[in-house]
């Protein structure tokens, strides 16, 4: 077994100081953005069942917070967060669909409530800037009645303070509902 010697030692130790010094200046990355959530469509995907019927659409979003309130914990109960008033669910995903004149009719909050509650993910400590992405689905039928071929969705993130972020709307999907 070779000795390490005095050389090695005293290398060893100069880089450990020097990595003790690097690390302890190391901050978390505050990043410079607005406190109004941001949004941006990643990806869209149709998923089909075994008879190649669209079943449901996954979406991808990216979304940064300047201030981190974004989402809502098990404890946000009260108003205006309680279920049943406008802000319960913090994704609005709101859908437009193509009627026989092909007109796009915008589908009411009370019939095709595709809206979503997106969990609490403000980070703990001094800096709260979030930048993430968000991976979810919605129903291509959201009613068993729901026959429309055309549609396109909107999508709107909104924080704790009530800061909605800018709207994403996609193109026309085409879906099919039957064999």
Known sequence: MKNFGYKNTIYLLIASVLTFLLLSKCKPVEYNVPKTPVIKLLELSQLKDSFGIDSVIKYNLSFTDGDGDL???NSDTQSPFRFG???FSNLRVILSYQD???NWIEGSEDSLFLYQRIENVTPKGKYKSLKGNIQTF???RPTPFFS?????LKFILIDRSLNQSNIIETGEISLKHEL
Do not use: Q
């Open 100 to 102: 026989a004149s092909n």
């Open 148 to 152: 429309h071929r055309k549609i396109k």
């Open 85 to 87: 008033e406008p802000y």
């Open 71 to 73: 989402g809502l914990g």
């Open 138 to 140: 919605v129903r291509a």
